[in-house]
């Protein structure tokens, strides 16, 4: 990308100083051409010098402009000595015109190979903290279901058996994202979906009786719609973290609905226990995570909305999938 755009930036520069050298020299008589191939010589020249001597250094821009002025002053005399006709003094501002000209466009050239680079540099860093962030998952998800497992394990075989097979879908379905770059990308809203209803089911079978869990999901009309990949976890576990209390009825209900090709609402709802042994919802760093992904990828574009009445716990999470995204059409 980064050479494809300084070639043609470059191309497009000099096809500009060429035409506007032949319009203003037309090619029909020795003179002119002999004026033009100078002025091209004093283009290029200058072009090459200004790469290596023009920085901030003012010993550096002096020697420079200097040597433009004396390169000026001798393509200038040698047109007079070839063409006595000419003017040397009109001849000499000509050719310091055309050297001064590329060193413009040498400067502007390099100004587009720094933003290009540092644009890239930028995307290769938010790279390399959404792999991060999305990294952060999934120990934290092996150890919780890992060693739920374990604790099924002398409890209800049965179950720890289906636990390790709806695990090893969930797996399955990180490792393939992993594998084929869509790991920290956009996903058809299907294939989320599909995934929280696996880890739903996962979550529930460790649950108690009290436990009364509720989704809904409204995405067939556009089942393609875009979605960050994994970018709900944070929120179901947060709800049964906070949303279950021994001896206590407790229903946690979750919505996920396409509205559109563009926008994706989803929500998670459980009751709030004020005496509860981690009874703050809005912190940790799982929500810290969800909020720092949603800033790099969807920017300006998502709604966060947390609500807490002292009896249930909801959060709204509403997200538009447009060219001011991360991933547009990535």
């Known amino acids: ?29 020795g003179v002119n051409l002999v004026q033009f191939l100078f002025m091209l010589i004093s283009f290029y020249v200058n072009s090459y010098c200004s790469r290596r001597y023009i920085t901030k250094e003012f010993s550096r821009r002096l020697f420079y402009t200097i040597a433009n002025v004396m390169l000026s002053l001798a393509l200038g005399l040698i047109m007079f000595l070839i063409f006595p006709e000419t003017s040397f003094l009109r001849m000499t501002v000509l050719f310091f015109l055309s050297g001064s000209m590329s060193v413009v466009i040498s400067r502007k050239r390099l100004q587009i ?32 279901t890992l060693n739920n497992i374990y604790a099924l394990c002398e409890i209800d075989s049965k ?30 809203v299907q294939k989320e979906h599909d995934f929280i209803k696996t880890f739903l089911q996962l979550i529930y079978l460790r649950m108690r009786p009290n436990v009364h869990v509720i989704y809904n999901a409204d995405i067939t009309e556009f089942s393609d719609a875009p979605v960050l990949t994994l970018i709900f976890t944070s929120l179901i576990e947060n709800a049964f973290k906070h949303g279950v209390a021994s001896g206590k009825e407790c229903v946690i209900e979750f919505g996920l609905t396409a509205k559109s090709h563009t926008e994706i609402h989803f929500f998670s709802s459980n009751p709030y226990f004020q005496n509860h042994e981690s009874n703050n919802p809005e912190s940790g760093i799982g929500l810290e995570n969800l909020r720092r ?15 807490n009445d002292g009896k249930t716990f909801r959060v709204d999470l509403t997200l538009n999938y447009t060219e001011n995204n991360y991933y547009y059409n990535a």
């Open 159 to 188: 179950r720890a058996q289906q636990s390790v097979h709806y695990l090893s879908q969930l797996l399955r379905y990180i490792l393939s994202g992993e594998r084929s770059g869509e790991g920290a990308r956009m996903v058809p």
């Open 293 to 307: 992904r949603l800033d790099i990828v969807y920017k300006d574009d998502y709604k966060l909305d947390i609500t």
């Open 1 to 29: 990308m980064k050479k494809t755009l300084e070639f043609y930036s470059t191309v497009a520069l000099h096809l500009f100083f060429w035409f506007l050298l032949a319009f203003l020299l037309p090619l029909d008589s």
């Open 113 to 144: 190979e720094k933003n290009v680079e540092q644009n890239e540099n930028e995307q290769y860093q938010t790279e390399i903290e959404l792999k991060h962030l999305r990294s952060q998952l999934h120990p934290h998800f092996l150890f919780n």
